[in-house]
C-alpha cells in the first residue's frame, strides 16, 4: 500500500522489524513508501505533486500499482521461505538482498539484530561473514600476482619463511584450491593468539602436507594466505583489503570483525540451545582468529557491490578471473569435489555449480555465531545475498539457487538419488566407527592419522552429530588415489552423507548437510 512518493530508484517498506526495497524499473524515479491507502491521497484537497498534471500523476500512480502487482507472488514465495528457515533453524535475524545488473530487485530484512534489546534488523545490517572473507583474500592474491608481486605457483614458504621446511612443496594456488594437503586439526583460537613461532612449531610435529591428492577445506591455509598478502604487499592484511578493494569499490560497511570496537549496525550472534530450547549469546569470528579465512563483517549492498566488481572487471583481469573460475584439479586429473557442497569444484576463493546455462558460483560462510551465503549466478547477472545471526545453518551452501529459483526459471536445485551400493563395506565401517566412537573405544583401524585427530578433537559431535540410520548409496566419486562415497539419509531433514577413503581403505573424513530444501 502507497503512503508517500519522491524521488529515488527504489521502493522501501516498512513493516514492523521488517524492512525491504524493490526495485521498481530501470530508470524509475519514484521511491515508493508502502504504509497506508494509496486512494487516500488523492482525497486531500491540498495534495499536490510539483510539475505534474492531477489526471496524469493518477494514471501514472495506478500504472504503477500495475507494474508492482506481479512482484508480490515474489515477495510471498521469499517471505514464506524466509519465515519456515528461520523457524526452522531457530535464526533470529535474516537479511535477503537480490540484485539483478547490480540493481536491487529486493532487499529485505526479518527478526532482530540483538535479542536483548529488541533492536529490528534493517536492510544495511551488518553481519559476519565468515569464510565469504576468502573471496577478497583470493582476489587480493590475484591482484598481487598482476602487480608482479608473487606468482600463483610459487611456494608458499616463500612468503611464510617460517613454516617448516618439509612444506616446501605446497604452492600459493594450492593453497586457494583448498587441495594443498593442509588439516585444520591443529588450527583453533590458541594458534592465533600464542606468538606466531610458536603456532609453527606446533605444526612442525605435523605430518607434512601432500598437494594434491585430496579436497579439505583448510582455514588455516587462508589464514596464512593473509601472511601472504601482508608480506608481498608491505601492508597489513586489513589495510591492503581497505585500501584495493573496500575503498575503491564504495564498501563503506565492511569491516574487520574487531571484538573489542563499537561497531555500529552490527548484529549480535547467537546459537541454539537445545537444553534450554532457545537463543544464546556466542562467540564471535572476530579479525584476529577470522583474519584471512573469516575475519569481517558486511552487508548486502556491500557484497553486491563486491559482486559487480568481480563481473566488470574493475579489479581482476580477464585472465585473473579465468584463474579464479576455474576447479582445482587431483594428481592424475580428477577435478577435486568439495566436501558437503553439492558443487563441480572449487576455483579460486569460490564453490562452482549451477548447470551449462545458469552457471553459478558461490561462498558460505558460518561460525558460532552466524550464518551467511553469496550466490552469483553468471548467466542470469543476478546475485543472492543471505545474512544472519544464528551459527551452523548446514542448508546454507544451497539457499542462494532456492532464491534464484523464484525470480529465474530454469533453476535446478541439487538432487540425488538413491542407487544400487557398489560396495556396502565402506558403510558398514563408517557404522562401526560411529559405533565404537560413542562406546568410547574408536577403532583405530578404520580411520586415518589426520581423521582420528580430528575425531580426538571433539568426539561427541561425531558420535552424535552423524545421522546414520537408513543411510542409502547415492554415489561414487574418484579423488585420485581417494574415493568419495554419497549416501542420503532421510528423516525430517533429510542429510547427505559424504565419506572419503583413502588409498588404503581407511576413512579419511566424514560430513554431513542438509538437503537443498530441507528447512522449508
Known amino acids: ?17 521488517r524492512e525491504f526495497r524493490t526495485e521498481l524499473a530501470v530508470g524509475s524515479p519514484w521511491k515508493v513508501n508502502c504504509a497506508v491507502n494509496p486512494f487516500a491521497l488523492f482525497n486531500q484537497k491540498n495534495f499536490k505533486v510539483p510539475g505534474y498534471n492531477r489526471t496524469v500523476f493518477l494514471r501514472g500512480v495506478l500504472g504503477l500499482i500495475l507494474l508492482l502487482a506481479p512482484l508480490s507472488a515474489f515477495s510471498d514465495k521469499l517471505d514464506d521461505w524466509a519465515k519456515s528457515q528461520m523457524a526452522a533453524n531457530h535464526i533470529p535475524g535474516m537479511v535477503i538482498g ?49 602487480d608482479g608481486k608473487l606468482g600463483l605457483d610459487d611456494p608458499l614458504i616463500q612468503y611464510v619463511p617460517e613454516l617448516p621446511r618439509s612444506w616446501a ?11 594443498s594437503g593442509m588439516r585444520d586439526n591443529v588450527y583453533d583460537e590458541e594458534f592465533t593468539r600464542c606468538p ?19 579436497w579439505s577445506y583448510c582455514n588455516m591455509g587462508y589464514w596464512f594466505l593473509g601472511k601472504v598478502i601482508q608480506n608481498a604487499s608491505g601492508l597489513p592484511y586489513y589495510s591492503f583489503l581497505q ?52 575475519g569481517l563483517v558486511s552487508n548486502a549492498d556491500d557484497l553486491n557491490r563486491w559482486s559487480e566488481a568481480l563481473k566488470n572487471g574493475s579489479l581482476l583481469n580477464a585472465g585473473s578471473r579465468a584463474q579464479m573460475l576455474t576447479p582445482a584439479l587431483l594428481e592424475g586429473g580428477d577435478t577435486a569435489y568439495p566436501e558437503g557442497m553439492g558443487s563441480l569444484g572449487y576455483g579460486l576463493g569460490v564453490f562452482l555449480g549451477g548447470s551449462p546455462a545458469h552457471r553459478v558460483e558461490k561462498h558460505s560462510g558460518s ?4 550464518s551467511a551465503q553469496l550466490t552469483r549466478f553468471l548467466d542470469d547477472d543476478l546475485t543472492v545475498v543471505v545474512l544472519t545471526n544464528e551459527g551452523g545453518w548446514d542448508e546454507r551452501p544451497w539457499i542462494g539457487e532456492e532464491i534464484g529459483s523464484f525470480f529465474l526459471s530454469g533453476i535446478q536445485l541439487p538432487e540425488w538419488k538413491v542407487a544400487p551400493d557398489p560396495d556396502p563395506t565402506i558403510l558398514a565401517h563408517v557404522m562401526s566407527l560411529a559405533e565404537s566412537v560413542a562406546r568410547g573405544e574408536p577403532d583405530l583401524s578404520l580411520a586415518s592419522a589426520s581423521f582420528w585427530l580430528e575425531l580426538s578433537n571433539d568426539p561427541q559431535a561425531w558420535s552424535t552429530g552423524m545421522k546414520l540410520r537408513g543411510a542409502q548409496f547415492v554415489q561414487r566419486i574418484p579423488q585420485g588415489k581417494h574415493t568419495i562415497w554419497l549416501y542420503l539419509v532421510p528423516g525430517s531433514t533429510a542429510q547427505l552423507l559424504q565419506v572419503e577413503e583413502d588409498s588404503d581403505g581407511r576413512i579419511a573424513a566424514m560430513s554431513s548437510s542438509a538437503m537443498p530444501g530441507a528447512g522449508r
Open 243 to 294: 585500501q584495493r578493494i573496500f575503498e575503491p569499490l564504495g564498501m563503506m560497511s565492511t569491516h574487520p570483525n574487531t571484538q573489542g570496537a563499537l561497531v555500529p549496525g552490527r548484529a549480535r550472534g547467537y546459537a541454539w540451545d537445545p537444553v534450554s530450547k532457545m537463543n544464546v549469546n556466542a562467540s564471535m569470528l572476530n579479525d584476529v582468529l577470522g583474519f584471512g579465512h573469516g
Open 367 to 370: 561460525w558460532r555465531d552466524a
Open 1 to 17: 500500500m502507497l503512503s508517500q512518493l519522491s524521488h529515488a530508484g527504489a521502493r522501501h517498506y516498512s513493516l514492523g522489524v
Open 169 to 179: 612443496d605446497v604452492t600459493i594456488r594450492e593453497v586457494m584450491q583448498h587441495v
Open 196 to 214: 606466531f613461532a610458536a603456532a609453527i612449531l606446533r605444526l612442525s610435529s605435523q605430518t607434512p602436507p601432500k598437494p594434491k591428492q585430496d
Open 98 to 146: 537480490v540484485y539483478e545488473a547490480g540493481r536491487p530487485k529486493t532487499v529485505r530484512a526479518y527478526g532482530f539484530a540483538d535479542l536483548e534489546q529488541g533492536v529490528p534488523v534493517r536492510d544495511n545490517t551488518l553481519f559476519e561473514i565468515c569464510s565469504i572473507t576468502k573471496q577478497f583474500t583470493a582476489a587480493s592474491i590475484l591482484m598481487l600476482a598482476q
